[in-house]
């Protein structure tokens, strides 16, 4: 099982020793403990480097373990102890963007409390989250909506994980309710002052807002 030591830090750069190399479906590495974070929770996997490879995504793997896809194993074998570096700016980003979701659904249940956040997409250009409840939409939604994102941004609230990391890890923005979260974050919500609402919409009992950053 890979240690996840990411879910408790947002270290970009450590050390790790290789545990296993595989080639199928595409070139992967273990590692004993790892700063990655997997795709998974409507976010996109990191991306940097295991030592000399260069890592394009990070998955799930059975049995607790994490496979980071590499161009290429050449030149690595299992027990070695090598550097790992996260990509600051493809973590940037997807931070930036997954806070911005749990932001969105906050925001959307402090001025219509009867909605709740039910599912979450946070990849660029097509950033979305969903909520179901039964509270019609009115014609102020919209305004309500960005004035409150426009309250919440200003007042700069902390962005933190709190509860056990590996056991119950919740990310919580200023006073609201923890929202149980393995995923990426930024420290404050005045890292999302660009945050836009581009739609939003009503299908099959489930309403979509959807979003993007800049
Ligand atoms: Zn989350």
Known sequence: MTLKAYLASDALTGTATITAIGTEPAPHIRIDTTLFHPQGGGQRGDRGRIGPARVIDTRHAAEGEVDHFVES??????????????????????ARLHSAGHLLADAVQA??????????????????????GAVAIDEAFEDDLAAK?????????PVRVVGDPQASRALAIGDFTPVGCGGLHVSSTAELADLNV?????????????????
């Open 198 to 214: 581009t739609a939003i919409r009503s299908k099959k009992g489930r309403l979509r807002v959807s979003y993007d950053l800049g």
């Open 111 to 132: 001025i219509r409390p009867g909605l709740h956040a039910v599912a979450g997409h946070h990849w660029k250009g097509e950033a979305r989250v969903e909520f179901e």
């Open 73 to 94: 194993v050449e030149g690595l074998a299992v027990g070695d102890v090598i550097e790992i570096a996260v990509d600051p700016e493809h973590r940037r980003e997807g």
């Open 149 to 157: 994102i426009v309250e919440l941004v200003s007042a700069g609230l």
